[in-house]
């Protein structure tokens, strides 16, 4: 059974710093990828950050929303099977229910379509 479980949301003022962190159990694959979601109430949900974690070439490789170029960071530690996301530099305009997603797929990460998600964690960013 597949787990993704975030933790490390919180309240923050802008320009303050946070990361998320999100433990994976029962999904071992040599290659997939994992990304990073938000959403706020009466918005759809909107991909922050994605990672492909394999072992050729492109391992590693990472993606980001243009509102967070710079200032989001996501990696991934396969020893401890957990994603991250440091974040920096918060705004206001950051406060969201954040929540990773896994997939084989990479199409389907950017699609908002992966196979498995977590439940969530909030992160609220007052000015």
């Known amino acids: 059974q597949v787990q993704l479980v975030e933790s490390g949301g919180g309240s923050v003022q802008a320009g303050g710093s946070l990361t998320l962190s999100c433990a994976v159990s029962?999904?071992?694959?040599?290659?997939?990828?994992m990304g990073w979601f938000r959403q706020v109430p009466g918005k759809e949900r909107e991909g922050v950050a994605t990672i492909y974690i394999g072992d050729d070439i492109s391992g590693g490789s990472t993606w980001y929303a243009d509102s967070v170029k710079g200032r989001f960071t996501i990696s991934a530690d396969n020893a401890k099977n957990t994603l991250y996301l440091q974040m920096n530099a918060l705004k206001p305009e950051d406060t969201a229910m954040y929540y990773c997603a896994a997939d084989l797929s990479i199409l389907d990460i950017f699609l908002g379509k992966p196979k498995y998600w977590g439940q969530g964690t909030q992160v609220t960013v007052s000015s």
């Open positions: 029962g999904y071992t694959y040599r290659r997939h990828c």
